[in-house]
């Protein structure tokens, strides 16, 4: 906001008094302090949050006579809010809100900058009428900017220009210094990290190249281009990850790193030939946007306290199961931060080294120059180390080698690719670990996977009769029966506000559908189930049961599956019935 005239000021202060925002003893006492330091009298009622940012704008739009609004929770179209570049929004601090009667409503912070809605209105070549809202206010909406794909279009209509070139004389090739596919890539790259995308798609059809990014575990198409685009979008990825950009017929893997807005994001590169070209497929790491707390991942109840029962012990091994993308690693690294200390040593071998951790020894995993996990295990455990994590068991070498460092003194966590928690016992014994070996080493294993969760924004409705059926065949015994016994019951499940057991209805919770809420979710939650491998545990696993036989027994003791626990969550309106049966139909 412009600097205020004194005249001005008083006007705000009192209307702020009249309308009874403001004590006017207070700002007395304030108003003598302000004008003896020489300083606005707002600015220091600001400063001592007697009054806030909003308030004072909407005042002063009232004392100006400009119309108001408050832009908190206010989502705008991308199509209207891209006809304002977004660095020249953030430059002037206006966003545009729609458009009326020929006119493009924009909201500014100082509207009396003449100036600026000169440039705004001759920059869009069209009139505009002025709104005026507070600093914060813009900068929620300057967050909302997705991407300006103005780069990608540039990159197409010159790629296009180059091939219409090449066809019209072949011996002739048009090279063009300053290529604007390095733009269109950083702007996918861009799009992807502000969405808090796990990976970008870029796929060849037969007359056309695919742009897909995964949000929230679901892929999404964000924009269809010409194939022209292909071959040089595809060969910038393949210099930037230092691979063979005239290798067309193998898979090439590689990474790199980019700076995003201020944020370095890893990125792991995959490149596979496929009928109409070659698929490149981006992981993107970025592990500012990652929590690694274990109890905002959603971990709860009986499942937390096994795991941090599991963790406090000097050795054995903590396993984690689930499919690609189930969030493993992420576990492991919020476990590793439980326990990272001054006094022991935590070596880590990993491919790739997803985040980095000070305070712990990180190994990457160089299968090239022949350091694969098997033979890095043998390494670091001549690092004394105390706590070791192996980024994933594959074969039976590297499995015997772990189970052997947990025989000798050493806490160790890793992951499997098996379907539950359960699962993960007759695995180790199919890679040929001895039952009694096993049985002796584990501390505990975790199954999980990962649903989207339910935006801020939602409504609540009845469940229908199939979904309360549903419900109750599946966590009917675990819910409250009686009204007295809920608070006990959601403290010992972890699940506040659980409702009592009904066979009518029970209140569920959806989200808002949006363009930044997608089917009304943002953001993941994981879904977990724990096996404590004691006594009961070891000699099933030493009489080589089955998954379901070792999962029935652990029911029995009280464990809260990964199905049971994603319909408490239901319940608590966390996720939806519709997410638990997306990634947990499956499960028992």
Not at 244 to 250: G, P
Not at 561 to 574: A, E, F, P
Request: proline residues 3%.
């Amino acid at each position: 906001m412009a600097l205020l005239t004194r005249e001005a000021e008083e006007k705000i202060v009192s209307l702020l008094i009249s309308e009874g925002l403001a004590d006017a003893n207070l700002v007395t006492n304030i108003k003598t302090q302000a004008e003896a330091a020489g300083k606005q009298v707002l600015a220091e009622l600001q400063a001592q949050n007697l009054i806030t940012e909003d308030m004072v704008a909407r005042a002063t739009a009232a004392i100006i006579g400009v119309p108001y609004v408050e832009l908190k929770n206010i989502t705008i179209d991308q199509d209207i809010l891209s006809k304002i570049p977004r660095d020249a929004s953030a430059r002037v601090h206006a966003v545009a809100l729609g458009e009326k009667d020929g006119l493009l409503n924009v909201a500014m912070v100082d509207v009396t900058n003449v100036q600026a809605t000169d440039y705004l209105s001759n920059l869009i070549n069209q009139p505009i009428r002025v709104w005026m809202s507070s600093d914060r206010g813009i900068r929620e909406v300057l967050d909302q900017y997705h991407g300006d794909f103005s780069g990608v279009k540039e990159a197409v209509e010159e790629t296009n220009a180059e091939v219409a070139a090449e066809q019209a004389n072949p011996n002739v090739k048009t090279i063009v210094q300053d290529s604007p596919i390095s733009k269109a890539l950083t702007t996918i790259l861009s799009y992807a990290a502000k969405t808090k995308a796990s990976d970008i798609h870029i796929e060849p059809l037969e007359n056309s190249l695919i742009i897909r990014c995964r949000i929230d575990g679901v892929l999404r198409k964000i924009m269809e281009l010409p194939k022209a685009v292909a071959p040089a979008l595809v060969s910038r990825v393949k210099i930037l990850a230092s691979l063979k950009i005239d290798e067309h017929r193998i898979p090439q893997d590689g990474q790199f790193t980019v700076l995003v807005d201020g944020q370095e994001i890893d990125l792991r590169i995959a490149i596979a030939p496929v009928t109409w070209g070659e698929q490149v497929v981006i992981r993107l790491l970025d592990k500012t946007g990652v929590s690694m707390e274990i109890e905002k991942m959603g971990m709860t109840g009986r499942a937390l306290r096994d795991v941090l029962e599991g963790i406090k012990k000097p050795n054995g091994m903590i396993l984690t199961s689930g499919p690609t993308g189930s969030g493993k690693s992420t576990t492991l690294y919020a476990l590793i931060q439980k326990i990272k200390s001054e006094e022991i040593n935590i070596v880590t071998l990993e491919d790739p080294v997803e985040y980095k951790m000070d305070g712990i020894n990180q190994t990457q995993v160089n299968i090239d120059a022949g350091l694969t996990f098997a033979s890095g295990l043998r390494s670091i455990l001549r690092q004394d180390p105390d706590v070791v994590m192996v980024g994933e068991i594959r074969d039976s070498e590297t499995a015997g080698l772990a189970v052997q460092a947990a025989l000798t003194g050493h806490l160790v966590f890793s992951t499997l690719h098996t379907n539950s928690a359960a699962g993960i016992l007759p695995r180790l014994l199919d890679m040929g670990i001895e039952p009694f070996l096993l049985a002796s080493t584990l501390n505990v294993v975790i199954g999980q996977r990962l649903v989207r969760r339910i935006t801020e924004k939602r409504e609540l409705y009845k469940s229908s009769e199939l979904e309360t059926k549903g419900i109750n065949a599946i966590v009917g015994n675990l819910l409250p029966q009686d009204k007295e016994s809920i608070a006990k019951v959601s403290e010992d499940l972890g699940y506040p506000g659980l409702p009592v057991k009904n066979e009518d209805h029970y209140m569920l919770a959806r989200g808002v559908n949006s363009k930044e809420t997608p089917g009304g979710y943002k953001g993941r939650a994981g879904l977990y189930e724990t096996i404590v491998v004691d006594d009961d545990i070891q000699k099933m696993v030493i009489s080589h049961s089955t998954a379901n036989e070792i999962m029935r027994l652990a029911k029995e003791k009280g464990t809260v599956t990964m199905r049971q626990d994603g319909i408490l969550k239901v319940l608590s309106g966390i996720t939806s019935i519709e997410e638990v049966n997306r990634v947990a139909s499956d499960l028992s």
